[in-house]
């Protein structure tokens, strides 16, 4: 009973518990949505439904230009004028999400030529939604900015299980296709990002009487870093945006599979750095390294963990879920979900440069890698088809890695934080949970 009160109740560590708990979850809920997408639109359809929301996956942290962090650290650091900050990002995004959306709209017949006219006009219909979807992201900042993620964790629950219930639904008529899927994941979170709003709104009065320097803050600390969701996007998703050039349609749905299944992981690194930052924002330094040490060893030991389970059943797992069409990717799994550990580490150690207001080097990070990534998929891909690719993600993630190691020693002086837990983490864990 008293750890049930301590999980429920307040505090950081609860918050990451509860997180970590709720994420877990949604885990086995996309692993369902997963297996119902793959069975039912075989290797082909998944790789068109892939190459749909591949764009506003991309295009949304790129039109963000970083404002939803900074939306965050600036509510945290000036809490009473939180709510204009709010409307000045809204207002940004608004205008933003049209200009680009409308853009790539434009270019999808060029981009998708290879795939059908349903599947460029089902792309595009996805991508003029941008300005809500950036709206989304928005609300979500400033439930984590308030502390509030019992609410953020109900509703991503919530929004899983809606895209879940609509696919099997589809699938149970007989009306899927890849399209509609991709509506099935589009559809939900903005619906519940609309009811989250509503609940923020009697709480958030509109006042305009500091709107040049409300600007000037969000958009200070934005563009700082709106490098690092730039340079994190692509470096993300520059394998299927390359690949979706380099394979066919069905061997890209077949590294989709994969992939896909590989970053669920990060859901658990995830959990931790989603509390970890509003936690860090604005902190000294020697409480940001403690909070993202102990966050670094424990998250990483629990994905590592985690993917080497997942690892071992893998051979068995794939064929028997998604079928044999997917077999291929057994061999590119485990180099994947390697990847997945480290990127969740990576992630979590940046969350010191984050709170140390330093959000420049996590860009930089992002961008030796996207250097080294290109030159190795062009080079690797072409002969060793999707084992090149993956292989070059999990190369330039490593470079990554120790790239933030060495940015820890020359601009913080400091250690990177360790990657595996240590017993006095596990003692600290446990006080916490019985005190």
């Not at 749905?253 to 924002?281: D, E, R, T, W």
């Amino acid at each position: 009973m008293k750890a049930l009160r301590f999980i429920f109740g307040g505090g950081s560590v609860a918050a990451a518990i509860q997180t970590f708990g709720a994420r877990v979850i949604i885990l086995g809920m996309n692993l369902l949505t997963g297996i119902v997408t793959a069975n039912l639109l075989g290797p082909e359809g998944r790789g068109a439904q892939g190459a749909m929301a591949l764009w506003p996956a991309v295009l949304m942290p790129i039109l963000a230009i970083g404002l939803p962090m900074s939306l965050t650290y600036n509510w945290r650091k000036s809490e009473r004028f939180g709510p204009e900050f709010f409307y000045a990002a809204i207002a940004v995004s608004v205008v933003v999400g049209t200009v680009g959306g409308g853009a790539a709209a434009l270019l999808m017949p060029w981009l998708l030529e290879a795939y059908d006219p349903g599947v460029i006009a089902g792309a595009q219909g996805l991508v003029l939604m941008m300005p809500l979807m950036l709206c989304n992201t928005l609300v979500y900042s400033v439930y984590e900015a308030l502390g509030r993620f019992r609410w953020i964790n109900i509703v991503m629950m919530g929004q899983t299980l809606a895209t879940l219930l609509l696919l099997m639904a589809l699938g149970y008529m007989g009306e899927l296709t890849a399209v509609r899927s991709a509506y099935c994941y589009a559809l939900p979170p903005l619906v519940f990002a609309l009811v989250s709003g509503l609940r923020l709104l009697p709480q958030m009065p509109m006042r305009l009487t500091r709107l040049k320097a409300t600007f000037r803050r969000l958009h200070g600390y934005g563009w700082r870093s709106y490098g690092i969701e730039f340079l994190g996007v692509i470096s993300a998703y520059i394998d299927q945006l390359l690949l979706v050039g380099l394979l066919a349609p069905a061997e890209l749905g077949v590294y989709v599979v994969a992939a896909s299944l590989a970053k669920m992981l990060h859901m658990i690194s995830g959990s931790a750095a989603v509390v970890l930052f509003p936690k860090v924002a604005a902190q000294p330094l020697e409480d940001v390294i403690a909070y993202v040490s102990l966050s670094s060893r424990v998250a990483t030991t629990a994905t590592g963990l985690v993917a080497l389970a997942i690892a071992v059943a893998a051979p068995v797992m794939l064929p028997f879920i998604y079928g044999e069409e997917f077999r291929p990717a057994i061999h590119i799994f485990p180099i994947l979900l390697a990847e997945a550990v480290l990127t969740g580490s990576i992630r979590i150690i940046g969350q010191g440069f984050m709170g140390a207001g330093r959000p420049g080097v996590i860009a930089w990070a992002q961008g030796v890698g996207l250097v080294c990534v290109v030159p190795l998929l062009w080079v690797l891909v072409p002969t060793y088809g999707v084992l090149g690719a993956a292989m070059s993600m999990l190369l330039a993630t490593m470079i990554r890695l120790g790239f933030i190691a060495a940015s820890y020693e020359y601009l913080l002086r400091r250690r990177m934080p360790g990657l595996l837990i240590r017993r006095s983490d596990v003692s600290f864990l446990y006080r916490r949970f019985v005190a």
